[in-house]
């Protein structure tokens, strides 16, 4: 396993964190003039939105609600090494692992890096080890077996009958801080961030996007907004956003409910070594111990009502893995929207985690873009990709930098306050 | 209604109440909405239901439903609390109102940006973690160097909502963040006391300790703000004849 990342700087120099581009003088004028409007207020929104703006394009966010208050702020919190994926989705175990290293580089204070252990519990989970290793091992994962006795010392909380456990760097994410560093950077780079305001329309001519309508619901009115590019980064709420440019998508909202207990039962995350299912994984952050999670389909993410009998038998699987669950104090329980690429008749555990980023311009919307899937660990990458190809398709020769820009801190996002109320 | 921290019933299935929710809009009128409770539903699970169900317009904050963001404060029936984790539990009607004194953006959501001006900069949100905190060999692996863990503040605002002192003061969250910086940075100490030793510092507490008995993490700031006081007074005797 590699050596402790160094410590990253807690703010980042404004001046190196914002100094210009270095590409020619006509791409970056050119990046001042075109206006890319991003839908949604979530993770993969906001790191879309810090990545454009350091390249010197015009940004502006709109979220229906409260930022990150769709999926991104209810995830379970875990920081993916990628190891619960490595057998089977190598693409986006190798790429949660790269985005590990990056973000605690760039946004080490939204982050308890405590590292994880998959413990294995019967034969079959022993039997499974091996290449579970193996594939951690393929997809650049560190991994580490460690005997239950070296394991108890590093984790006392886990099951102290479990027969062996693997070590790898997972970790805890504050789900709703981790964003707010990057919206935070975003605006004070100049991007624009509109809340409460809701996009009711993707307006189009000659097969090409030219902006959007939308409902500002702190003033009731409607507005037109302009914009080159339109992104849709509305998570599982995608499908909707897309059909307003008369676009269908392939997408599978797939909610899963999670339970919080009072007390941190283990400090590090604690997995059950085994091909994903419900219930295997608990992630402690603060005083608080989280079981998720589980998984079905649904056509509307909105308003999922939590199923008793999921918080019953989460609960019943965490004790499995930390025996103290049994007797502890129950905090919350409530439901996430997975916003999975692609459409199964199957449960949904079969798809692909990794994520898609989609140009619309073979539908008959040139300079709309959709992503979907992905996890919470990778929203820089996510952030990337879709930059990368906005400026494929506006012909700008300048490439991110976001990998190497230290976040400013989340408390800056209320504390350079200026630009957030700004109209279009 | 009531707080999380009551044991989550043994059995699922409890018959629902029908709750009359009564929200103060921005214009000052109430709306009524009727809400059907199951034993786990929560103020903020009404509140998504009845945006998503009976009006699109309702303004509320929210984020991670479990009491870690720290975005969701409101004033239920008088009580400040985080809507997230406040389960309903009686047909009895529920007013709800936006957490004063935040400015109000729209009906119950509130701009949360005056409790971060105060705060002293470039303070860490990490510390160390407490797992096996008398452990005498060497626990976390070598990578991880040492554990750590966020801040217990979850910078939800409802300690200066329930601080009585109207003049000029810095306030309970941002005097517990002093408090907690200086416990982890000692050689930031004499800076940032400084920065406190004001009328609107310390000597702004009447110590109601209200924020401390309100404070949904146990994060009681009136024990920050007793500590920082004595820092102060102690260094000042330091310097007299």
């Known amino acids: 396993m590699g050596r402790d990342a160094p410590a990253a700087p807690r703010m980042a120099a404004p001046a190196a964190a914002h100094a210009a581009p270095a590409v020619g003088d006509a791409d970056r004028r050119r990046a001042r003039d075109i206006h890319v409007a991003i839908v949604g207020g979530g993770g993969t929104g906001a790191a879309i939105l810090h990545d454009l703006t350091q390249r010197g394009l015009r940004c502006t966010l709109f979220e229906r609600g409260e930022l990150t208050s769709g999926t991104t702020g209810r995830h379970h919190g875990q920081l993916h090494s990628g190891a619960r994926y490595a057998v089977g989705d190598t693409d986006i175990a190798r790429e949660c692992m790269e985005e590990v290293t990056i973000l605690r580089r760039i946004a080490a204070e939204s982050i308890e890096m405590n590292y994880g252990l998959f413990i294995a519990l019967d034969d079959d989970d022993v039997d499974y080890t091996a290449a579970f290793e193996r594939a951690c091992s393929e997809s650049g994962i560190p991994n580490r077996r460690l005997s239950t006795t070296d394991a108890l010392r590093h984790e006392p909380g886990m099951n102290p009958n479990a027969r062996h456990a693997v070590m790898v760097p997972d970790g805890t994410i504050d789900a709703y801080r981790l964003p707010l560093q990057f919206l935070a950077t975003a605006r004070a780079g100049g991007a624009t961030i509109r809340t409460f305001c809701e996009v009711t329309g993707i307006d189009s001519s000659d097969g090409r996007v030219s902006g959007l309508t939308v409902r500002d619901y702190r003033s009731g009115r409607d507005e037109r907004i302009a914009a080159d590019v339109v992104i849709n980064a509305a998570g599982p709420w995608a499908g909707s956003v897309a059909a307003l440019a008369g676009v269908g998508l392939p997408i599978t909202p797939a909610p899963g409910t999670m339970v919080a207990v009072k007390g941190r039962l283990c400090n590090m995350v604690v997995s059950h070594l085994h091909p994903p299912g419900d219930g295997d994984i608990i992630v402690p952050q603060r005083n608080l111990s989280i079981v998720g999670s589980t998984q079905w389909k649904v056509d509307d993410p909105d308003a999922i009502r939590t199923p008793p009998d999921d918080i019953l038998r989460l609960l019943d699987r965490a004790r499995e893995l930390v025996p103290a669950f049994a007797g502890a104090e129950f905090h919350a329980a409530w439901t996430a929207v997975r916003p999975l690429s692609g459409r199964t008749d199957a449960g949904g555990r079969e798809l692909s985690r990794n994520f898609q980023v989609i140009a619309h311009a073979s539908d008959g919307a040139a300079g709309l873009f959709s992503v979907t899937g992905g996890k919470a660990t990778v929203l820089r990458a996510m952030g990337e990709a879709v930059a990368d190809d906005v400026c494929r398709f506006t012909s700008l020769a300048i490439a991110g930098r976001t990998a190497d820009t230290p976040l400013l801190a989340h408390r800056e996002f209320f504390r350079r306050q200026e630009r957030v109320h700004e109209p279009v | ?241």
Do not use: Q
């Open chain 2, 1 to 241: 209604m009531s707080r999380s921290d009551d044991r989550a019933p043994a059995a699922h299935g409890a018959p629902e109440v029908r709750a009359e929710i009564r929200i103060r809009r921005t214009d000052g009128s109430r709306s009524v909405f009727s809400v059907d409770a199951g034993e786990y539903t929560t103020i903020l699970d009404a509140l998504e239901e009845i945006r998503t169900v009976h009006d699109r317009s309702l303004l509320y904050r929210h984020s991670c439903h479990h009491g870690s963001c720290g975005t969701c404060g409101v004033i239920a029936n008088g009580e400040r609390v985080l809507a997230c984790t406040t389960r309903i539990t009686s047909d009895e009607p529920l007013d709800l109102d936006p957490l004063a004194p935040f400015p109000v953006i729209g009906d119950l959501a509130v701009d949360a940006t005056p409790l971060y001006a105060d705060f002293p900069t470039d303070a860490s949100y990490l510390r160390d973690s407490d797992a096996r905190p008398n452990a005498t060999d060497p626990v976390a692996p070598e990578e991880v160097g040492r554990f750590t863990r966020f801040e217990n503040c979850i910078e939800c605002g409802i300690c200066v909502s329930v601080c009585p002192v109207v003049r000029p003061f810095k306030g309970p969250a941002a005097l517990a963040a002093y408090g907690r910086e200086i416990e982890k940075r000692p050689d930031r100490e004499a800076e940032l006391l400084a920065e406190i030793d004001a009328p609107d510092g310390v000597a702004g507490c009447d110590r109601a300790l209200n924020c401390s008995a309100a404070c949904p993490l146990g994060v009681y700031p009136a024990k920050h703000i007793a500590v920082l006081k004595r820092k102060i007074d102690a260094r000042r005797a330091d310097y007299s004849p």
